[in-house]
């Protein structure tokens, strides 16, 4: 089957907010064999409206719209659909209903513009909305199916789920399945060197390489008959890149670095604390952005100034003096002085210059310690990163929170 | 003038990536007065891409093109714009002797692959890349033009301000100037109701309202002939809005609300700490990536336990057991803690739920407290926040960050 996606909104066409339904949608009609051939953003007018739609059809088995579905005289979606395919438009009962409900429930009265919200083109379906006030809707015609959704991705995800992968499942003929596999430490050129015989003679499942800052994952995806099958096709390959990059492996699918450390610490019953130079609250914030990360977190400090590493950690005055507070041995001092100040199993520690000012011909931005101590005993990683302010600060973060993976599994 | 932005990649069309480059694109091209009617992605295929620039170059005057033009067999921009005009490809000089200066200084050698690379449309001229290997080119064709530019967005931008903007600014016959006033405190339908006058009473300027995640932004844009008097334009505008918001400004264009409370707090020679809890290191990560906040910044603390409140801010355990940590009285015992144990003039802090779990029916989820403590006397502010933990999160950090603001300017 073959789709196109048109998104319908003049903010779109503008740039003031970037187009992520289309791409959410493709990446959705992937999973169920559906092949799409354009992404089209198109304002709220009337006439290329019917063009686009018209020529969408023409071209296509299934289409895809979204926007314009709402109450104003901007929104005219339905309105060109019905044009495009010379149908008339006539009230829904079942929509009207849905709207009169969702407005008492909230006290409020349908103006004359919220009624257009249950006008739908003659045979359309109208799509319950169960998290907005603009139903969806989907209309066969000429054994073409289309369906208009709304704008919002919180509104039109939900809905697609509902009403329209169910349906493109029951008509393809197999089943598209990807695992992610997610990678750190290897860098994105290394990695596909590495992967690269595996990656070229395959041809079911695919393998696709994606670079994220500083992390990269590889996108394996099988087509079969039912999932079972084509689990069975990803598992070998699962296998092959097993065997390729060991424990640079962290995880699979949805899974964050944060969460899979957290959840190590966890299972090893184990506390930590963090002491943040440069990544300034940064990495504290990746770990309490984990649901029941409170478990293992016992607290972080900021230790911006010199003043604050020595009175909350306990760095010494004459270290910080000789060294200087971007140093291995202040970094060390650091995570000695958070796990003891915070009585945790673990202190992880990152002192750096961020820039974009501060760097010297021997100190240049980009320079990070990052430092463990746990169990008796610290290990400390000089890194240079070449990045921006806020780059230097997520890579440093980032590999602070693998160091401590690597440390917990006893890889490093 | 009318323009297409076409984007051309597999990566894109299968939602791989998301597209950045057509909205960057189409708020640039508004700036010097272009519109945009259509933005479109299509695969590295070769007949939908010769359809997709015959189509843009009937409807528009201006087409601009990104992606496709790397070395290897998939990337075909060029050869598609070729057949789509007609005319055979050949090698630029000019284009060569870039490639082979770049691959010479890195100390690598030209593939038969890099060659591709300097084969242009004959008539076309070649864009120098100075951040990639792919040079892209502009061709002129039955009075329209046409720009080919690289995918990566920091190869591309450039290359637009360098080639395209100024090009495009001498064609037209006038400019687009835009002012952005950023508000925060006032909710998106409210704010909307209270501008809608002046927003309906506009055509030139227009007034365009965004609301992004609690902070609600005004773009002013006026046409005229020169910047002047396109200011001139906005000026009375910007005065009837901050008539309108008055305090509820905190900024223009590109300010954040972080570094316009950093500026303020640099401007009345006072430093401050921070203690959070629920916001885990989110606020003291905003204040961080501000370049120069050290100055002002003294430290940060997550107490993210009762025991790390206690010994690190000297918050008292009968508060906490009487009142619990998400409280009123213990936001404020962390804001004089912080400030007192980092002798810093003024301490903030922030303690809620974020959730998903640890709600209850007094305190449910999203319940946070802010706290600033300053010249000896305490405010703290309860908040009721619907929105995901991250959400949540974000949410609390804003607002301690806005309350800071106000007091600051002794407006609250």
Redesign the interface.
């Known amino acids: 089957m073959r789709a196109e996606i048109i998104c319908v909104g003049t903010e779109?066409?503008?740039?003031?907010?970037?187009?992520?339904n289309?791409?959410?949608?493709?990446?959705?009609l992937?999973t169920v064999g559906v092949s799409?051939?354009?992404?089209?953003?198109?304002?709220d007018?009337h006439n290329?409206l019917i063009v686009a739609i018209k020529n969408a059809l023409e071209d296509n088995d299934v289409v895809i719209c979204t926007g314009g579905l709402g109450p104003t005289q901007d929104d005219m979606t339905k309105e060109a659909l019905a044009q495009a395919c010379q149908l008339d438009m006539a009230q829904n009962p079942e929509a009207l209903s849905w709207l009169e409900e969702r407005f008492n429930r909230n006290g409020y009265r349908l103006t004359e513009n919220n009624y257009r919200q249950a006008l739908f083109p003659e045979g359309a379906i109208p799509l319950y909305n169960p998290n907005g006030s603009a139903p969806g809707c989907k209309l066969e015609y000429d054994n073409k199916v289309i369906y208009l959704l709304p704008g919002p991705p919180r509104e039109m995800q939900p809905m697609f789920y509902e009403f329209i992968k169910p349906y493109l499942e029951s008509k393809s003929d197999g089943v598209l399945r990807s695992v992610n596999m997610r990678i750190i430490g290897v860098g994105e050129s290394s990695a596909e060197e590495m992967a690269k015989e595996i990656i070229n003679k395959q041809s079911n499942p695919t393998i696709?390489p994606?670079a994220h800052f500083g992390e990269l994952s590889f996108?394996i995806t099988a087509k079969a008959e039912d999932e079972k099958k084509a689990y069975d096709l990803i598992k070998p390959v699962i296998n092959d890149i097993e065997k390729i990059f060991g424990d640079n492996i962290y995880g699979f699918d949805d899974d964050t670095l944060e969460a899979v450390v957290i959840k190590e610490l966890q299972n090893k019953r184990l506390t930590f604390a963090?002491a943040?130079s440069?990544?300034?609250?940064?990495?504290?914030?990746y770990?309490?952005?984990v649901?029941?990360?409170?478990s293992v977190?016992?607290?972080?400090?900021?230790?911006?100034?010199n003043?604050?590493k020595i009175?909350?950690l306990g760095v010494n005055e004459e270290t910080l003096k000789s060294h200087g507070a971007v140093s291995k041995e202040v970094a060390k001092e650091m995570a000695i002085g958070i796990a003891k100040?915070?009585?945790a199993d673990i202190g992880i520690a990152t002192t750096g210059i961020?820039?974009?000012?501060g760097g010297t011909a021997t100190k240049p931005v980009g320079l990070v310690y990052t430092a463990i101590y746990y169990n008796n005993c610290v290990t400390v990683e000089e890194h240079q990163f070449n990045s921006s302010?806020?780059g230097v600060?997520r890579r440093s973060a980032l590999r602070l929170l693998d160091m401590l993976r690597r440390k917990l599994k006893g890889t490093n």
Chains 1, 2 share one sequence.
């Open positions: 779109l066409l503008l740039g003031d907010i970037i187009n992520t289309a791409s959410w949608l493709a990446r959705e992937a799409v051939y354009k992404h089209l953003v198109v304002g007018n290329r696709a994606y996108r963090i943040e440069c990544t300034g609250g940064l990495l504290s914030s770990i309490v952005n649901p029941g990360s409170s977190f016992k607290e972080g400090v900021i230790t911006y100034s003043e604050s009175r909350r100040t915070a009585k961020a820039g974009p000012g302010r806020e600060r």
